[in-house]
């Protein structure tokens, strides 16, 4: 992954988490372990050990995502770094409301269709409660154009991404079917026609906690005032700062 480039450090044994490490990262470590999780999302990896943890397009399937990161953290070595890919935000959203627009015309009411996905912003926050240092999320967007239905279905095959979740429903009504294609060719269509469909990849980085690490001044020992920093004057609570 790209946001690896600007890390400059040597690891030395790496944790695939939940798949295979890319052959683009092999490099990043010369020994390489790969986690998986059981029937109740335990990671088979002992605590510690490890300096150098990723994750690659696998995350948003798990169940217990704060969980598990919480189990990448602990199989960390002080100030080991954790980083990850995964599908999240808007990621098939076209495809999640047609579908629901279909049920709700023909059926008056929805079932679950296409998995939810995390917002970036809860997974910043899910970093920071798995007890990782230096958390940073970012998401990066992509919107592909289908000429038909059937190609963007055939490619959610080939990537293993079709409906996983336990309640969901295993046929799909014709008149439903239909619907769905109509709302989806009606309101998430380009000006040729094509459909579009929106993947969002969102990026996490953290570090297991060191001494080492850049730490939070404590309150009150700052050595200027923000007014000072600001260019303004300071005024008492309710009169605004007026440039200087």
């Given at each position: 992954m790209a946001r690896l480039v600007p890390v400059n450090?040597?690891?030395?044994?790496?944790?695939?988490?939940?798949?295979?490490?890319p052959a683009a990262l092999r490099n990043l470590a010369p020994a390489w372990h790969t986690g998986l999780l059981d029937d109740m999302d335990r990671l088979d990896v002992a605590d510690?050990?490890?300096?150098?943890?990723?994750?690659?397009?696998?995350?948003?399937?798990?169940?217990?995502?704060?969980?598990?990161?919480a189990q990448v953290k602990r199989a960390l070595n002080p100030d080991g770094l954790f980083a990850a890919a995964m599908f999240g935000g808007s990621t098939l959203t076209e495809l999640r409301e047609s579908?629901?627009?279909?049920?709700i015309a023909t059926l008056d009411?929805?079932?679950?269709?296409?998995?939810?996905?995390?917002?970036?912003?809860?997974?910043?926050?899910?970093?920071?409660?798995?007890?990782?240092?230096?958390?940073?999320?970012d998401v990066e967007r992509t919107t592909v154009r289908y000429r038909a239905f059937k190609t963007l279905v055939d490619d959610?095959?080939?990537?293993?991404?079709?409906?996983?979740?336990?309640?969901?429903?295993?046929?799909?009504?014709?008149?439903?079917?239909?619907?769905?294609l109509e709302r989806y060719g009606t309101k998430h269509s380009d000006e040729q026609g094509k459909l579009l469909a929106t993947f969002d990849i969102a990026y996490l980085i953290g570090w297991s906690p060191h001494e080492s690490q850049q730490q939070p001044l404590r309150p009150g020992s700052a050595k200027m005032r923000l007014a000072d920093a600001l260019g303004t004057?300071?005024?008492?609570?309710g009169d605004k700062a007026r440039p200087r």
């Open positions: 450090r040597k690891f030395t044994r790496g944790l695939a988490v939940l798949g295979d490490v510690g050990g490890f300096d150098l943890a990723v994750s690659v397009l696998w995350l948003h399937s798990v169940n217990d995502l704060p969980g598990v990161l579908l629901a627009a279909g049920e009411g929805i079932t679950p269709r296409v998995a939810p996905f995390a917002d970036v912003r809860e997974l910043g926050t899910l970093l920071q409660r798995a007890g990782f240092a230096l958390p940073v999320a959610l095959r080939l990537m293993g991404e079709t409906n996983a979740l336990a309640g969901r429903q295993r046929t799909l009504r014709r008149d439903t079917l239909r619907a769905a004057s300071e005024h008492p609570t």
